[in-house]
């Protein structure tokens, strides 16, 4: 399965895409955006295979996707 990381997808441009990605099906859409209640919100919104990530990109610190999204070794790379 793929995984496709969206930002900015609690709103506008970010939550379309996330929307249809979504509608497309076979996809693991980490939705993300600096408020964690926003991204739970978008989730909620969107359902499907998504999972809420803060992630604010603004920060200048190195981040990596995985730690947030799983506790397992195995978690998928980002393909999107």
């Known amino acids: 399965m793929k995984t496709a990381l969206v930002t900015g ?12 990605l ?10 993300a955006s600096r408020r964690a209640e926003d991204a739970e919100n ?4 969107l359902g499907g295979n998504t999972i809420p990530v803060q ?3 603004s920060k ?3 981040f990596d996707v995985r730690s947030k999204t ?10 999107l």
Not at 11 to 18: D, K, Q, V, Y
């Open 42 to 45: 978008a989730v909620k919104t």
């Open 22 to 31: 979504n509608r497309s099906g076979g996809i693991k859409i980490l939705v």
């Open 60 to 62: 200048r610190k190195i």
């Open 9 to 20: 997808a609690n709103r506008g441009i970010g939550l379309a895409i996330a929307a249809g």
């Open 55 to 57: 992630l604010d990109l």
């Open 70 to 79: 799983s506790s397992t070794s195995t978690s998928p790379s980002i393909s």
